[in-house]
């Protein structure tokens, strides 16, 4: 059974930066493409970056392209979100996902969710 588990949240200053990591546990971290989603408060959860299998594939949101960063390490099983020029509009849970084989930006095909981390941008 393959679960997510979500750290590396916090409170940061509009311009600053933060990295979130998801530790996958399960012996197959290397079938699951893995995305990261955010849900502000009173929206609906929509996407921010996904990557494939290896990590060679990509996928961003426009919002945060260019500010984020999605990897793996398939050997540590974690995913990352490198998350610069903090906005305040950033302001979010953020949550990790997996599902088999293919990227999606639509969290609707993901199967397995992390319990999400705050991540909140001050001005």
């Known amino acids: 059974q393959v679960q997510l588990a979500e750290s590396g949240g916090g409170l940061v200053q509009a311009g600053g930066s933060l990295r979130l990591s998801c530790a996958v546990s399960?012996?197959?971290?290397?079938?699951?493409?893995l995305g990261w989603f955010r849900q502000a408060p009173g929206k609906e959860r929509v996407f921010v970056a996904a990557?494939?299998?290896?990590?060679?594939?990509?996928y961003y949101a426009s919002s945060v392209k260019g500010r984020f960063t999605i990897s793996r390490d398939n050997a540590k099983s974690t995913v990352y979100l490198q998350m610069n020029s903090l906005k305040l509009e950033d302001t979010a849970v953020y949550s990790c996902?997996?599902?088999?084989?293919?990227?999606?930006?639509?969290?609707?095909?993901?199967?397995?969710w992390g319990q999400g981390t705050q991540v909140t941008v001050s001005s």
């Open positions: 990557v494939g299998l290896s990590g060679e594939s990509t």
């Open positions: 399960g012996r197959t971290f290397s079938t699951y493409a």
């Open positions: 996902a997996a599902r088999p084989l293919i990227l999606s930006a639509d969290p609707k095909l993901y199967d397995i």
